[in-house]
T-cell receptor, first 114, second 110 residues
């Protein structure tokens, strides 16, 4: 099924641990992004990529790294997990960085940092 | 910072009634989009309206955009139990950063 696949769906980390959230899309979308969703705050942009090899920061990038070595994959790395990073993380993609296209979202990763 | 703000925060209606929610934003946009999120799921794209459009329809959805007031509304007609979800507006200012509001939670009672 075409779409955005996120793994894992659930994760519990201890403070200070690192991990990578995986995101893959099979629609040949140029644009990919990571959001976090916290209660009452909507979605906030962490990092985004307008193509392979190109990434940039969003609204809340601190504590996260990304890379885009292929069109399909856009992993999000937590360098040293903190309780403030407890959240639901969504990966999204869009056909083009230009023009009027909606985003396709993954089903999310629910992360708890203890 | 969030570009869009939805109003009301929560809405409860009877099945068959119409649901209207509003979105206000702060800066110039290229387009405005509406998304639906069912509990525990990802967001689903519903409809996109460009800055030079004033109204758009898709099935039971009607979206309006007033760029002079920097506001948009989403109308769901003849609501069904399956419409129970959170609805988010998102603005695209052509800066590669789709900005979301905090959402409106809609409950449709049978």
């Amino acid at each position: 099924n075409a779409g955005v696949t996120q793994t894992p769906k659930f994760q519990v980390l201890k403070t200070g641990q690192s991990m990578t959230l995986q995101c893959a899309q099979d629609m040949n979308h140029e644009y990919m992004s990571w959001y976090r969703q916290d209660p009452g705050m909507g979605l906030r942009l962490i990092h985004y990529s307008v193509g392979a090899g190109i990434t940039d920061q969003g609204e809340v990038p601190n504590g996260y790294n990304v890379s885009r070595s292929t069109t399909e994959d856009f992993p999000l790395r937590l360098l040293s997990a903190a309780p403030s990073q407890t959240s639901v993380y969504f990966c999204a993609s869009s056909y083009s960085r230009f023009g009027d296209y909606g985003y396709t979202f993954g089903s999310g990763t629910r992360l708890t940092v203890v | 910072s969030q570009q869009g703000e939805e109003d009301p925060q929560a809405l409860s209606i009877q099945e068959g009634e119409n649901a209207t929610m509003n979105c206000s934003y702060k800066t110039s946009i290229n387009n405005l989009q509406w998304y639906r999120q069912n509990s525990g799921r990802g967001l689903v794209h519903l409809i996109l309206i460009r800055s030079n459009e004033r109204e758009k329809h898709s099935g039971r959805l009607r979206v309006t955009l007033d760029t002079s007031k920097k506001s948009s509304s989403l109308l769901i007609t003849a609501s069904r139990a399956a419409d129970t979800a959170s609805y988010f507006c998102a603005t695209d200012a052509r800066d590669y950063k789709l900005s979301f509001g905090a959402g409106t939670t809609v409950t449709v009672r049978a």
